[in-house]
């Protein structure tokens, strides 16, 4: 026998029973974005590698290490996209969405490649729910999307270890002073080789280096908070007011810059405590100039990425069983072959009534048949044999408490509906 095949280096499969962690946060993620009138946006997971040079930013680790590129066979240089914003963006462009009603929002979901390093956390495919909204500058918006970002994982998911941090990077008016600023500072201090090319770049990416040799040498650097134009100001000042309003929990990180190039005013991260060097599950900000750049009519845009894999292992850090003990559902056995087809149209009329069902197949004995009842995550079993059949009631038995009773067959869907 030859070797069997393995997932790609950097890659994993989402199987049962992890996969229904992952349905559950891939709609806890996004369930923000409906409830606030985002409309689905779908794009190509491969884009002209211009798009992310451009849109991405040239000095980023995503453009200069990380890409999936390749020549399709005539000849046009392709990336697999590496993050969401700049695919939307260009689909919004090219679909003269911003020429309609303003502000324009979107949110999608989706794989994203890039060719890091695998760790925990950090994968080469990894998946993101993340919105878009293009045309205005409110700083009510800021604060909207920052509660967006946070209400799946806080309120739909539970998780306590979440942090939101809040920066500001200043604008196009107020950046290039501080940038020089900065760069004054930076060129006193002992960087490497590489951390100089990229302070030449952008310096300001410097300032959230993770490494404690750069962040000891960085104690009295030059903020961006503290040198903001007095429009960037006000304009930070209402998101915080907003925050509040919104009942935000919120910390100040006034070196939090992010890895992205296009950002400017707000920036903003949720990172959570169980995870570890990859604590980022999501991250975001406003990127006013990013659509002109992309060849579009000045408008101001901001948005998020939640990180789908990185919030499965937070909602794992917190609670070790949480896909075994989420059993729903119910799995039908006839004890007889004279009951299969009672039991075919009580399962078919359950799933009619939004209740996940499914029956035990190849008549097995009731033992093996407990046994595949017990595997299959139901909470119930409904068991019809011969008795049942005459006496028009099924036996329902609860897998998580062994306690088992009897129900006329009629009142099934509506007890299992108001005990699911
Ligand atoms: P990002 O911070 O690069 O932002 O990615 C967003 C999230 O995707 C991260 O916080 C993390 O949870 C997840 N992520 C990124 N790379 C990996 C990886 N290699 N393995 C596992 N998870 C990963 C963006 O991509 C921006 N487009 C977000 C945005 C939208 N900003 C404005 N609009």
Redesign the pocket.
């Known amino acids: 026998m030859s070797d069997l095949f393995k997932a790609p280096k950097g890659t994993y499969d989402v199987v049962a029973p992890f996969s229904k962690l992952w349905l559950e946060v891939k709609r806890a993620l996004s369930e923000s974005a409906i409830l606030s009138g985002f409309d689905y946006i779908e794009t190509p997971i491969f884009e002209d590698t211009a798009l992310f040079v451009r849109g991405v930013g040239q000095s980023t680790d995503v453009v200069n290490k990380e890409m999936y590129t390749f020549d399709d066979r005539s000849g046009r240089s392709l990336t697999l996209r590496p ?3 700049a695919g939307v963006l260009r689909a919004i462009l090219e679909n003269r969405l911003d020429k309609g009603p303003l502000p324009v929002k979107v949110w999608y979901s989706g794989p994203n490649f ?1 060719y ?1 390093q695998p760790q925990s ?3 080469r495919q ?1 998946t ?1 729910v ?1 919105v ?1 909204a293009i045309g205005s500058a409110d700083p009510l918006l800021d604060a909207q999307i920052i509660w967006m970002a946070q209400y799946g994982p806080r309120s739909l998911l539970g998780l306590k270890k979440l942090r939101v941090l809040v920066n500001t990077l200043g604008c196009s008016k107020c950046r290039p002073e501080y940038r020089k600023l900065l760069q004054i500072f930076l060129a006193k201090v002992n960087l490497d080789e590489s951390t100089k090319s990229r302070a030449a770049l952008n310096p300001l990416r410097v300032l959230d280096d993770k490494r404690e040799e750069v962040q000891a040498q960085l104690g009295q650097a030059p903020l961006p908070g503290d040198h903001l134009c007095d429009d960037c100001s006000t304009h930070h000042q209402s998101v915080l007011h907003y925050l509040d309003v919104l009942g935000v929990s919120y910390e100040s990180a006034p070196k939090l810059v ?3 190039d296009y950002y400017e005013r707000t920036t903003f991260e949720l990172v959570h405590d169980g995870l570890g060097a990859q604590s ?6 406003r ?1 006013d100039r990013l659509i002109e750049t992309l060849g579009g009519s000045a408008q101001p845009g901001i ?5 789908v ?2 919030t499965c292992l937070a909602v794992q850090s917190e609670n070790e069983n949480w896909s075994s003990n989420n059993k729903r559902g119910c799995y039908l056995i006839a004890l007889d072959p004279s009951a299969t087809d009672a039991v075919v149209n009580l399962c078919v009329h359950l799933q009619k009534q939004g209740i996940v069902a499914e029956i035990a197949l190849d008549g097995r004995s009731i033992k093996a048949a407990m046994k595949g009842a017990d595997r299959s995550g139901a909470r119930y079993a409904l068991i019809i044999g011969q008795d049942e059949l005459i006496a028009g009631v099924v036996t329902i038995k609860d897998l998580d408490s062994g306690e088992q009773s009897s129900i006329a067959l009629d009142l099934v869907p509506q007890h299992l509906s108001s005990i699911r």
């Open positions: 993050e969401g914003t890039r890091e956390g950090r994968y990894h993101q993340g878009e992010r890895g992205l980022a599950i999501g991250g975001g900000g990127y948005g998020y990425g939640l990180g894999d990185r």
